[in-house]
Structure formats: C-alpha cells, structure tokens
C-alpha cells in the first residue's frame, strides 16, 4: 500500500511535515513497515482542501488532527479487508 502525502508549500504550512511524522509513528507501532510506504509529492492540486493524501486512487484532506482517524479507518481497515 502506497501513501502519497503532498509537501508543496500549502500543504507544508497546513501541517504535512506533522501528518508525515504521525503517520510513520504509526506505522511503525503496528508493524507495517514491510506494508506500507509513504511518499512525498509536490503539489497534488487540491490546495484548498487541506493537505492532500493520496491512498491508492482516492484523494483525502488531512489535517494534523485527523490523521490518527484516517489511518485507524481507511490505512488498517484496507489492510484487514
């Protein structure tokens, strides 16, 4: 499974260096790293909605503050499928 996380400048100022840091803490403590793999991308165009994430083919808004839920819902619930 690929993450692909924006670190344009938007995105950078809204908090993806953070979302980058939460979620390799939170792949490492459930021992994934053999399963998922973060990247970063420059702009992915969806400036205004927050920091851009890319799982798979679909595009999430992430902010600092919903990572943890967004991985927890679509990171783990993908992988338990």
Do not use: W, Y
């Amino acid at each position: 499974m690929v993450i692909t996380i924006c670190i344009g400048s938007s995105c950078h100022l809204k908090g993806s260096r953070e979302i980058v840091q939460t979620l390799e803490r939170l792949i490492t403590l459930h021992k994934l790293d053999d399963k998922v793999e973060l990247n970063g991308s420059f702009c992915i165009g969806q400036c205004v909605k927050g920091v851009c994430v890319k799982l798979g083919e679909t595009l999430f808004s992430l902010s600092p503050d919903n990572t943890e839920a967004f991985f927890n819902e679509e990171v783990l619930g993908r992988l338990t499928e």
